[in-house]
Structures are given as C-alpha cells and as structure tokens.
C-alpha cells in the first residue's frame, strides 16, 4: 500500500504519468516542464497564470525550477521498476502460479522456471539466455529460426535458411558472435577517436576562449592607453589655449587702459573748453563795452593756440599709443605652433611611435636593371643593362636595399607606387642571397612584403602567398615595424588608414627596407 502511495505521488497532475523532467512553481507544486510550459503557453493567451492544482494566480509568467530530488527519486523508481520487471519474468509453463524464470529459450520463445529447464531439450538448437521478454528479435521473421548468422554485405542478422535458400545465399556471411565482436571493437575504436577528437575540441574551445579574453584584455589596456593619451592632450591643449589667451587679453587690456586714459585727459579738456565757450557766449550777449575789454585778458591764451600745438598734442597722444605696441600675430603664431609641436613630440612618445624615417637608397646593392634617383628616393625599372660593377652586395635581378638598417625600436615609412607595373616593398635581412629566384623578395625565409604582381595584391614570406582579399586602389602604403615585437605591418593611405597585413617573427638580424620593380617606379615618400 505505502510502495503504490509512493509511485502515485510520482505522478504529474497534468498528464497523470511519471514525472518527465520534473520542475516547481513558487508555490511548491510539481509537474513535467512539456505539461507545465504548455499550461503557462495557453494562459499566457489571457495574460492570467495560475497554478493548476493550488489556483494561486501570479502577476507574471512564473519562473520555473527544476526539482533535483524528485528528479533523483524519480530516477531512482524507474531503476526499481526496471529491475522489477525482470524479476517479474515468470516461466511461460506453469500455468497455475507464476513462478520465475532463470532461462528463456530462443527457439521456443518461452521462458523456463529451473524445474521446466531440467526436463527442456538439451539440442544445440534450443539457445538459452537470460530471461527475457524480446524472443521474437531473436528469429527469423521469414524462416522462423534462430538468428545466428550475419550478413555484411545487405548488413542484417539472418539464420541458416537465408544462407541456403534465401536472398543471401552466396554473400559473405560469418557467426553472430564474430560479427558482434567485430562491430563491438569498431565501436570501441570509434568511440577512442570521438573521445580524443572531443578531447582536441575541448582544448581548442579553451584556447579560443583564453584569446577571447587576451584580445579583451589587449583592447582594454590599449583603450586605456589612447584614453590617457586624449586626457593629457586635452589637458596640455587647454593650457596652451590659455596661455595664448591670456597674452591677447593683455594686449588688449594694456591698450585699453592707454586709450582710456587718453580718452579721460581729452575728455577733462573737453569740458574745459565748453565751460570757456559757455562763459564767452555769454560775453557776447553783454553790452557793457567796459565789462567786455576787461575780460579779454583772461582769454588771451585762447587766442594764441595754434593748429601747430593741436598736432603736437595728437603726436604725443599717438606716440603713447605706439609705445603700447601692437598684436603680435606672428608671436601668438609661433607660440601655437611650438605648443602644438611639444604637445605632439609628448604624444609621440607617449604612445611609442618614431617620427617618418627618412630612408635612402644603397646605389651599391641594387640591380643592373633599375635606376636610383638622384636624391636616392626613387627606384625605377630600366630596359637597359646598366653595366654597374660586380660586387657580393648587388642583387641580380630588379631589386635595391635601403642604407639604413634597425635592430630595435617602432618605426615607419611610407612609399608611393605606379600605377602600372608590378613591384614588391617589404624589409629582409642583410643576409639574403643576391642572386638566383631565391633571392625575390619573400621567396626566402629572410625577407617579407607587400606584392604587386598582374594589378593583385598578396603578401609573401618564406614563398608562402597570401592573397588579399579586399580591393586596393591607391598607390600610396606605409610600412610599420615592431622589432621587439616581431611584428611588420603594411597600411593602405587612403582617406582612413587601413590595415592590410601584418607578419609576425622573431627578428634575429638587422632589418634593411628592400624594393623590387619591374615595369614602372617605387618612390619613399619623405
């Protein structure tokens, strides 16, 4: 009573079968997710859930958590009720009680109690086995005997007839047992591949995940960085600008004060002279002869005062003005430009960048078919053998090394390309070979470049070619490099820049620029 209590409380309320991946609401009822998402589906229609056996509503959808012990408990049962199930194979022969078989027979399909197994046929035909209730997989459906046979080519069990009678006869047919063992080791070495394959896939999801991480993690540091480079640029921009300002605002102050001081004299004059012409007018309206010659004494000086000292006094009043000076506009010039120029070199350094290099051709490696300008920028494809003398560092083909070389530090320069003809730019070491195909820049471990080659772009190292992609148009690229990083990167300078490759390596010798022409010019842009 209490075991079918038990299995009746394992029960979901909905479909009212064992409980298939239990799970609970909030208020503690359990039920299958299908049967429960389905009930939350349906009410979902009419924006009202409710629990279906307590009717408790929830405002919204509820969330639902699985139910581990239930989970356990049901796993549990069904174990019990599987092992149950065989122990409740009984013997097809004893008919009046059940009593448990220990065989079944494969012939017969019948199972046997141990008193039926003593007295059942010894003939090899009767194959016993474990109780069991699938004897009919056991025949053939179309003969009615044992299988014991396989056949590999149609890949199905079959029995003695079909060898001998049937659709099989004369295929390549072996013992059940052999074929089972077969298949059981191809599954066993299947299964050992899958289980390293799964092992290499559970490494490389690691390893894609620790990039993930480093590249965010590079990201951020290098967001940071740009940011406190912005923030002192901003910072140093802001005192320049106030410094400069603060140089206008007292010229302009200075000034002001002049004028206005001036202007408070000539005012103060003013004044003066329209209290005189007050005081005169008022003369003029008098009639007493007497009066009038007494007062002209006073006004004497009045009458004395030329043009010739007006000007005086405006030369005076302009020389002041003069001595003031005026706004230096070359001087807040300079000022600007040399801050901006100090807040760049501080960026610069900042951020580690060296300024453009300013790179020369080496006349004594290069190629009896090109040409170097005489300003040493330029390279450019000639028809003519031009018959320079043999040494160990001449190239034999259309190809020139830089003067320069770099064992350390960021650098950068940039190069301008024809438009017609092909060309390679790049850096190799001092080492590479002069002469034979071996010697093509990138047909070598000691060289890298960017490739022009019938209007197609790649990038070439160790004779490995790269393909670009996407589609260049300009004949204008900048060649960045690392040393210490390894890293030697090309740039298209189109409008925005953009990256077009980047080869990476552990630098072992000094790195020299190298061009290859054929067909037009390369020219470093200074």
Request: aromatic share 10%.
């Amino acid at each position: 009573m209490a075991s079918a209590d038990f299995k009746e409380g394992q029960n979901c309320s909905i479909c009212l079968n064992n409980y298939t991946d239990p799970v609970t609401l909030t208020c503690g009822h359990n039920f299958c997710q299908v049967c429960i998402d389905d009930v939350l589906d349906t009410q979902g229609v009419s924006g009202v859930y409710a629990c279906p056996d307590c009717k408790k509503r929830f405002q919204e959808r509820p969330t639902l958590q699985k139910s581990i012990n239930l989970c356990n408990t049901t796993q549990c049962l069904f174990s019990s009720q599987s092992e149950y199930e065989t122990a409740r194979i009984f013997c097809t022969y004893c008919i009046q009680s059940p009593v448990p078989a220990v065989k079944s027979c494969l012939m017969c399909e019948a199972s046997l109690c141990e008193n039926h197994l003593r007295v059942h046929s010894k003939s090899a035909e009767h194959v016993l086995s474990d109780p069991t209730t699938s004897l009919g997989n056991t025949k053939c459906s179309i003969h009615k005997k044992i299988l014991e046979y396989y056949c590999s080519k149609d890949g199905v069990c079959i029995c003695v007839s079909c060898i001998a009678f049937g659709e099989h006869m004369g295929h390549f047919v072996e013992p059940l047992n052999t074929a089972f063992e077969k298949k059981r080791d191809m599954l066993r070495n299947v299964l050992e591949k899958l289980t390293v394959k799964k092992k290499r896939t559970v490494k490389r999801v690691r390893s894609l995940h620790k990039w993930r991480t480093d590249v965010q993690e590079k990201a951020a540091c290098v967001t940071k960085q740009v940011n406190v480079v912005f923030k002192d640029i901003r910072e140093q921009l802001y005192i320049l600008e106030k410094r400069v300002l603060n140089e206008i605002y007292s010229w302009e102050e200075q000034v002001s004060f002049t004028i206005c001081d001036l202007i408070q004299q000539l005012e103060v004059k003013k004044d003066e002279l329209c209290r005189k012409m007050c005081h005169i007018e008022e003369l003029c309206n008098l009639t007493d002869p007497v009066t009038i010659l007494h007062e002209q004494e006073s006004y004497r000086g009045d009458f004395c005062e030329t043009e010739e000292g007006e000007n005086e006094d405006r030369e005076r009043d302009n020389k002041k003005l003069h001595n003031v000076g005026d706004l230096d506009e070359g001087l807040i010039s300079v000022t600007l430009h040399a801050g901006l120029s100090d807040i760049m070199t501080g960026v610069k350094r900042g951020i580690y960048v060296s300024e453009s290099l300013d790179i020369l051709l080496d006349l004594n490696t290069a190629g009896n078919y090109v040409i170097v300008s005489g300003d040493l920028k330029t390279v450019s494809w000639s028809e003519l053998n031009q018959y320079r003398p043999e040494t160990p560092e001449r190239f034999q083909y259309c190809q020139v090394l830089s003067t320069r070389s770099f064992s350390s530090g960021r650098h950068y320069w940039e190069v301008e390309t024809s438009e017609s003809g092909d060309w390679m730019v790049g850096m190799c070491y001092a080492s590479i070979d002069r002469k034979g195909v071996q010697s093509y820049i990138g047909n070598n471990n000691k060289s890298w470049s960017l490739c022009k080659f019938n209007n197609e772009f790649s990038v070439i190292h160790s004779s490995d070619v790269s393909q670009l992609s996407h589609y260049i148009s300009c004949q204008s690229f900048r060649i960045y490099l690392d040393y210490e990083a390894g890293q030697l990167s090309f740039y298209e300078l189109r409008g925005p820049i953009r990256h077009l490759h980047t080869f990476t390596a552990i630098f072992t010798e000094p790195l020299h620029a190298v061009f290859y022409v054929w067909g037009d010019s390369v020219r470093i842009k200074s």
